[in-house]
């Protein structure tokens, strides 16, 4: 699938991938296909073998090379043929789904969904509602779409919500989310879904901020006082969070302009 094909089909029908599991939702899709049903050619499947194989950077890498909705389908609860992969899957793509309404991308744009393989009716039907969903949401990265954001600035908050998804403390949350969730601590003390969903907005929040961070300095020598205007935050958090960027070796000092202090990113040094 390459880049020009995606914008091509964009121009009439939203461009949607669709990661489909190899055992249930791949075979109910070429049960569609062998029965003549007929569902929105703008699809690109990609076959994994499990929905719990689709990391969560993945799911954000489609929107990175034009496309406007992502489809994840996988067995049904209890069927998947690893055991818990599409409990993974679920997991993954609620979480991935807080970074993008974080970051004002309707999350919309990223659909779960369980198909089985005698199921090529349920497929044409979800794929066929999944695509009139993302039309009405608009193309991505066009001001009229449903984020109002420009091309560049959409693709700069989903390259931030990409190495969010790619961090070790997003990793871990969503990685322990069930445990935390079921299982007590040493302390006898089970989290609640609301205090989950507390403590993950609250690491979505930290680390989007640090990754768009990262990213400035990665162009340009910036001072906390250009970061905080740019990215409309307090300069106060801003600075937090560039002396703990600094102190993990992902910023240096690069000059100091008139009395402010600039950093760039090691990264575009190659150092990383
Ligand atoms: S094998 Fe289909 S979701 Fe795991």
């Excluded at 929107?63 to 609860?77: E, I, Q, S, Y």
């Excluded at 997991?91 to 309404?101: K, N």
């Excluded at 999944?130 to 193309?139: S, Y």
């Excluded at 997003?170 to 601590?185: S, T």
Aim: proline share 4%.
């Amino acid at each position: 699938m390459s880049q020009q094909e995606m914008g091509d089909t964009k121009q009439v029908e939203p461009a949607i991938v669709g990661f489909l599991c190899n055992w249930c939702s791949y075979a109910g899709a070429d049960l569609a296909g062998t029965s003549r049903l007929s569902y929105p050619t703008n699809l690109r499947v990609i076959r994994v073998m499990c929905s719990g194989r689709v990391d969560p950077g993945l799911m954000l890498e489609p929107f990175l090379r034009g496309a406007d909705g992502v489809m994840v389908l996988g067995c049904h609860p209890a069927d998947c043929h690893y055991l818990t992969g599409n409990y993974q899957a679920e997991q993954r793509v609620s979480c991935v789904r807080a970074v993008l309404e974080h970051l004002e991308i309707d999350s919309g744009r990223l659909y779960l969904d369980w198909v089985s393989a005698s199921e090529g009716a349920r497929f044409a039907e979800l794929v066929m509602e999944f695509a009139h969903q993302v039309k009405r949401l608009g193309p991505i990265g066009d001001r009229e779409s449903r984020e109002g954001l420009s091309r560049p600035e959409f693709m700069r908050r989903v390259q931030v919500a990409q190495r969010v998804t790619e961090g070790e403390k997003f990793r871990w949350l969503v990685g322990r989310r069930k445990a935390l969730l079921e299982e007590e601590n040493v302390y006898k003390e089970q989290l609640s879904s609301r205090r989950f969903r507390d403590l993950m907005s609250f690491v979505v929040a930290e680390e989007c901020l640090r990754a768009a961070i990262e990213l400035l300095t990665e162009e340009d020598p910036v001072s906390c006082k250009e970061m905080a205007e740019t990215l409309g935050v307090p300069a106060g958090k801003v600075l937090e969070h560039t002396a703990y960027l600094k102190k993990s070796g992902f910023l240096e000092l690069h000059d100091v302009a008139g009395s402010s202090p600039r950093y760039v990113s090691r990264l575009s040094k190659g150092e990383r």
